[in-house]
């Protein structure tokens, strides 16, 4: 063999070499972007809301003008859709993402209330909410064991939530310190922030005020509130709560939201001792049967 061809049959080995190399870590690339960079539980759709909850219904009733409104049943222990018992109808709007509102209400159907969840939407055009005011003014009691003294933040949409603008009008009664973390857009109103004579302070960010708040109270972006889609993509990510957060955070600081969230707080959260937001949705039960007695005469 000359040499030459020793020279010609060297480099095709190592060139078909180089290409076993080059093929191999290629397919180790697209496997780590496959299984590494974007996980399953991305790649996965997610299941249905509501998926697997025992006896869930789900109604549809089309409109005139075209599509149609959805109600979700849940029945209380030993009912049914004919014989639902003592049932609590929660609207909620058709923007609203409502996966944790089997979990929110199981304490209704415990109690052996039925649940019916229809899509009202006129939902959500009121000025406050006081019911929930109340229910949150409870909560930081019960969770706290105090109210005056306390620095509560609150995040979110500050413009268009409902429950913040009640909530800091109640707060204005207490001694506390409020801090509104929001994007420029969706600051707390200035009528609002008037009215409480407390000490306050605006922010666009959280971390300057995270490690000393007491209380995170985090609100969604309201997407049916955006007339321009390009707007509402732009702002509906700016904050997440994540584990990471939460080691920023007071050990002793509690997660409230008034749910439903779209992703504002991260799932893994939901097992830390100071996400406070189920337990709340509790408290609500109790704060809400305490005013119908009320109303009722009979407290």
Same mark, same amino acid.
């Given at each position: 063999?000359?040499?030459?061809?020793?020279?010609?049959a060297s480099a095709?080995r190592?060139?078909?070499?180089?290409?076993?190399?080059?093929?191999?870590?290629?397919?180790?690339?697209?496997l780590?972007?496959r299984?590494l960079?974007?996980?399953? $539980?991305? =790649?996965?759709?997610r299941p249905?809301?509501?998926? %697997? &909850?025992?006896? *869930?219904?789900?109604?549809? #009733?089309?409109?005139?003008?075209?599509?149609?409104?959805?109600?979700?049943?849940?029945?209380?222990r030993g009912a049914?859709?004919?014989?639902?018992g003592?049932?609590?109808?929660?609207a909620?709007?058709?923007?609203?993402?409502?996966?944790? $509102?089997? =979990?929110?209400?199981?304490?209704?159907?415990?109690l %052996? &209330?039925?649940v *019916?969840?229809?899509?009202y #939407?006129?939902?959500?055009r009121?000025?406050g909410y006081?019911?929930?005011a109340?229910?949150?003014?409870?909560?930081?009691?019960a969770?706290?064991?105090k109210?005056?003294?306390?620095t509560?933040t609150?995040l979110?949409d500050?413009k268009h939530g409902?429950t913040v603008?009640?909530?800091?009008?109640l707060?204005?009664?207490?001694?506390?310190?409020?801090?509104?973390?929001?994007?420029?857009i969706l600051?707390m109103?200035?009528e609002?922030?008037?009215?409480?004579?407390?000490p306050?302070?605006?922010y666009?960010?959280?971390?300057?005020v995270?490690?000393?708040?007491?209380?995170?109270?985090v609100?969604r972006v309201?997407k049916e509130?955006f007339?321009?889609?390009?707007?509402y993509?732009?702002v509906?990510?700016?904050?997440?709560?994540?584990?990471?957060?939460?080691?920023r955070?007071?050990?002793d600081m509690?997660?409230?939201?008034?749910l439903?969230?779209?992703g504002?707080?991260?799932?893994?959260?939901d097992?830390?001792?100071r996400?406070?937001?189920?337990r709340q949705m509790?408290?609500?039960?109790?704060?809400?049967m305490a005013l119908l007695?009320?109303?009722?005469?009979?407290a």
């Open positions: 063999m000359g040499a030459g061809t020793r020279w010609r095709a190592v060139f078909f070499t180089l290409l076993e190399v080059y093929l191999l870590a290629a397919s180790a690339a697209f780590a972007q299984w960079i974007y996980p399953r $539980w991305l =790649r996965e759709p249905a809301a509501g998926e %697997g &909850v025992e006896g *869930l219904e789900r109604w549809s #009733r089309a409109l005139p003008e075209g599509g149609a409104v959805e109600a979700w049943f849940l029945p209380g049914s859709a004919e014989r639902p003592p049932l609590v109808v929660v909620h709007g058709n923007a609203e993402l409502v996966e944790d $509102w089997p =979990r929110m209400l199981a304490p209704y159907c415990e %052996g &209330v039925s *019916l969840l229809p899509e #939407r006129g939902y959500g009121s000025a006081p019911t929930q109340l229910l949150d003014l409870f909560t930081i009691q969770e706290m064991g109210i005056d003294g306390l509560i609150l979110g500050l409902r603008h009640s909530l800091a009008r707060l204005s009664l207490y001694d506390v310190k409020i801090n509104y973390v929001s994007p420029e600051r109103p200035a609002i922030m008037e009215e409480v004579s407390r306050q302070a605006e666009r960010e959280l971390d300057p995270l490690a000393d708040s007491d209380v995170l109270y609100t309201q509130r007339d321009d889609p390009a707007v993509e732009a509906k990510g700016t904050y997440t709560i994540t584990l990471e957060t939460m080691t955070a007071k050990e509690i997660v409230m939201h008034p439903p969230r779209v504002e707080i991260s799932e893994e959260v097992d830390d001792s996400a406070a937001y189920f509790e408290y609500g039960l109790y704060t809400r007695a009320m109303v009722l005469g009979k």
